[in-house]
């Protein structure tokens, strides 16, 4: 099955600072997804992006699909950014496979 | 509208009961799916239907499991019987027609004891 790592697997911020979590991926995908899982364990869509650059308030991202590669920026992090963030890509019906997670805490 | 819609959110059950998750997707949504998470393996695929019928069960760890779909709006998971290493959240997703991106419900957290 097509293979996703994401960096880094965990990552202590400032309030305030920026950051870019990384996702690569193995093979061609129809689909790639941005989630973060709040502390309530909650799966909160945050970017569906095949391909190109979007970008929502203090987030944005950019999928390179002919690289492989997609990046999620965090711009002047705030506490509530805290949480995991899952990179998941799809292939074939649909299904998606998940990365592990880049854990991010942001401290006051 | 309401999301994807998952039923308990949270259950606790003895080693050899039966339990039953259930999930409503969105409405409009053709294709569901079954996820599992663990602090081992992660978010892993357990089963996926499209239009009702169940396209890949691959993921499914073992016999103990099924899942069916009676119609566009219910989908239920059972796992019978029931053991502690089946604790874990259970997650149902659906996506609309036409597209690839998936919505989450809010998850089952199991815990067999």
Redesign the interface.
Known sequence: GIQVEQSPPDLILQEGANSTLRCNFSDSVNNLQWFHQNPWGQLINLFYIPSGTKQNGRLSATTVATERYSLLYISSSQTTDSGVYFCAVGWGNNRLAFGKGNQVVVIP | DAGVIQSPRHEVTEMGQEVTLRCKPISGHN?L?W?RQTMMR????LI?F?NNVP??DSGMPEDRFSAKMPNASFSTLKIQPSEPRDSA?Y?C?S?PTGS?????G??T?LTVV
């Open positions: 294709s799916f996820y992660g978010l892993e695929l996926y499209n396209i890949d959240v997650f997703a996506t690839t991106e998936a919505f989450f809010q998850g957290r």
